[in-house]
């Protein structure tokens, strides 16, 4: 339940899942990439709110990932974190989602948080929220 899966989805509906960047670390996390996150592959998924620069000791940041099937299929890809962490940069994880035609179209926000300290990373089960369904 570390909230990768993101479940089936109306074409044209979306799904969004929140992450957030723990560091429990001694020193401050850079996440140094351009863009801080990004999305390998299909373009069904996208980062719609990007993390903070940086992470202070004992802080958190966190980002968006939004799934929005063009097509029914199933899509499977990897999220990647650059950073200064020396063990870990970048760190990487994959999402995957099912495009489905009919049913119905929702949207639903999860918020997911996937700790990442500066020498391990650890999951911790999501806390979910439903959203209301947005007007056609």
């Known amino acids: 339940a570390d909230d990768t899966e993101f479940g089936e989805i109306a074409v044209d509906g979306e799904h969004n899942h929140i992450f957030t960047i723990q560091n429990t670390g001694n020193g401050t996390l850079a996440l140094n990439g351009t863009p801080r996150v990004a ?11 990007q993390p903070d620069a ?7 940041t966190t980002f968006t990932v939004r799934f929005l099937p063009a097509a029914a299929n199933v899509y499977n890809v990897q999220v990647y974190i650059p950073s200064d962490d020396a063990d870990e940069n970048p760190y990487t994880f994959y999402v995957r989602g099912t495009g489905i035609y009919g049913g119905k179209r929702f949207s639903r926000v ?7 300290h500066k020498s391990r990373v650890t999951v911790i089960t999501p806390h979910i929220s439903d959203a209301a369904p947005a007007a056609p």
């Open 39 to 49: 999305i390998g592959g299909t373009g069904s998924f996208s980062i719609t709110v």
């Open 54 to 60: 940086t992470v202070a000791p004992a802080g958190s």
């Open 110 to 116: 999860y918020h997911g948080f996937r700790a990442w």
